[in-house]
């Protein structure tokens, strides 16, 4: 087999490299620390407080048969329409869905994310548990009580497109509204 100069200079560098060093790795290395072990045969115990049992009493914490520990806050995640990233949020589990908006637009705004919202005002959006959900989550549910951390936040639709003047409308009804015309799918089409 032909030597090549690569492999040649490489062992020769390596062989520079450890010149002068220890031939053995570090006791610490190992897990021993930096004395010598007195016994090498035996295995080293750890410390620990064998007195801390020795009147042969265990020590049991009381089971408190009253409620359960209670929940003082939740971490939600909010996807804005258009958005790439879900918003986290940790929000007290006795605020309602109308808080749960109002804090999303407020962190929303606050980190600047893109697309800018046309409107900051939390009358004119809904939350969702899906964005494949047409019905719209009630502004006076507990979060507590919604079964999900997980949300998705549009504009309420209103008669002219999106978010603007007028009268709001679920997007159930808009989805009733599509099934009895003739062509259903052309209205789900962005022309």
Same mark, same amino acid.
């Not at 390596?14 to 090498?40: D, I, V, W």
């Not at 109308?98 to 929303?108: E, K, T």
């Not at 639709?157 to 679920?170: A, D, I, R």
């Not at 259903?184 to 962005?190: A, E, I, N």
């Given at each position: 087999?032909?030597?090549?100069?690569?492999?040649?200079?490489?062992?020769?560098?390596?062989?520079?490299? *450890?010149?002068?060093?220890?031939?053995?790795?570090?006791?610490s290395?190992?897990?021993?620390?930096?004395?010598?072990? =007195?016994?090498?045969?035996?295995?080293?115990?750890?410390k620990?407080?064998?007195?801390?049992?020795?009147?042969? *009493?265990?020590?049991?914490?009381?089971?408190? @048969?009253?409620?359960?520990? *209670?929940?003082?806050?939740?971490?939600?995640?909010?996807?804005?329409?258009? /958005?790439?990233?879900?918003?986290?949020?940790?929000?007290? =589990?006795?605020?309602? &869905?109308?808080?749960?908006?109002?804090?999303?637009?407020?962190?929303? &705004?606050?980190?600047?994310?893109? =697309?800018?919202?046309?409107? @900051?005002?939390?009358? *004119?959006?809904?939350?969702?548990?899906?964005?494949? /959900?047409?019905? /719209?989550?009630?502004?006076?549910?507990?979060?507590?009580?919604?079964? /999900?951390?997980?949300?998705?936040?549009?504009?309420?639709?209103?008669?002219?497109g999106? &978010?603007?003047?007028? @009268? @709001?409308?679920?997007?159930?009804?808009?989805?009733?509204?599509?099934?009895?015309?003739?062509?259903?799918?052309?209205?789900?089409?962005?022309?």
């Amino acid at each position: 087999m032909p030597v090549n100069s690569k492999n040649a200079n490489r062992k020769e560098t390596e062989k520079n490299h *450890r010149r002068g060093k220890l031939q053995e790795k570090a006791m610490s290395f190992h897990g021993r620390g930096t004395m010598p072990h =007195p016994n090498p045969g035996e295995l080293r115990r750890p410390k620990t407080l064998p007195e801390l049992f020795s009147s042969g *009493r265990t020590v049991v914490e009381p089971v408190s @048969s009253s409620k359960p520990p *209670r929940l003082t806050k939740l971490l939600l995640n909010v996807t804005v329409q258009g /958005s790439l990233g879900a918003l986290q949020i940790i929000i007290s =589990p006795e605020s309602t &869905v109308d808080d749960l908006i109002d804090a999303a637009i407020r962190l929303y &705004v606050k980190e600047a994310r893109r =697309p800018f919202l046309p409107e @900051s005002e939390p009358a *004119r959006f809904d939350l969702h548990y899906s964005q494949f /959900s047409l019905e /719209s989550i009630g502004r006076e549910q507990k979060l507590i009580s919604l079964g /999900s951390r997980n949300f998705f936040m549009c504009g309420r639709k209103e008669n002219g497109g999106l &978010v603007g003047s007028g @009268s @709001s409308e679920s997007c159930s009804k808009e989805a009733e509204k599509v099934g009895k015309t003739g062509f259903h799918w052309l209205k789900f089409m962005g022309f």
